[in-house]
């Protein structure tokens, strides 16, 4: 089991490297999602965020969460094929939290390689968790 702190980790990247663990076929537990990083403006951010959670129709989807660990995992079902059989296991192994659970305080969580917020250009970024409280 391959546990990833998000904390100050570039949500992207980080989501590519969950994504490939799961199809590799390991377990993968994401912790603090909340405090990963979205580059750019603060307030587009939001609102780019804001639009994409209104649109369609409340009945038909899109149905995006204001859960920072469900959105979390969403992200990273972007990057998987989930639609088919290999994709749709691949997303069951992985789980995302938005805190620490006492199950993994002890464990050591691995360290993604160029994920980490310091590799921005710029110093406009926010993070999942402050996005989700603006929409």
Do not use: H, W
């Not at 980080?14 to 994504?19: I, L």
């Not at 209104?54 to 969403?74: H, L, S």
């Not at 749709?88 to 969580?109: H, M, N, S, T, W």
């Not at 390689?113 to 603006?134: D, I, M, Q, R, S």
């Amino acid at each position: 089991m391959i546990i990833v702190n998000a904390e100050n980790l570039i949500l992207g990247r980080m989501a590519t490297f969950v994504a490939k663990q799961a199809l590799l076929g390991k377990e993968v537990r994401v912790i603090n999602a909340d405090k990963a990083i979205i580059s750019g403006k603060k307030s587009k951010t939001i609102s780019d965020a804001f639009d994409a959670r209104n649109r369609g129709t409340p009945a038909k989807g899109p149905f995006i969460t204001k859960m920072p660990d469900r959105y979390v995992r969403r992200v990273i079902r972007g990057m998987l094929p989930y639609k088919i059989a290999k994709g749709a296991e691949a997303y069951k192994r992985v789980l995302c939290y938005a805190g620490i659970p006492d199950e993994f305080k002890d464990q050591q969580p691995a360290e993604i390689k160029g994920a980490n917020f310091e590799k921005l250009p710029n110093l406009k970024y926010t993070t999942v968790g402050e996005v989700l409280k603006g929409i």
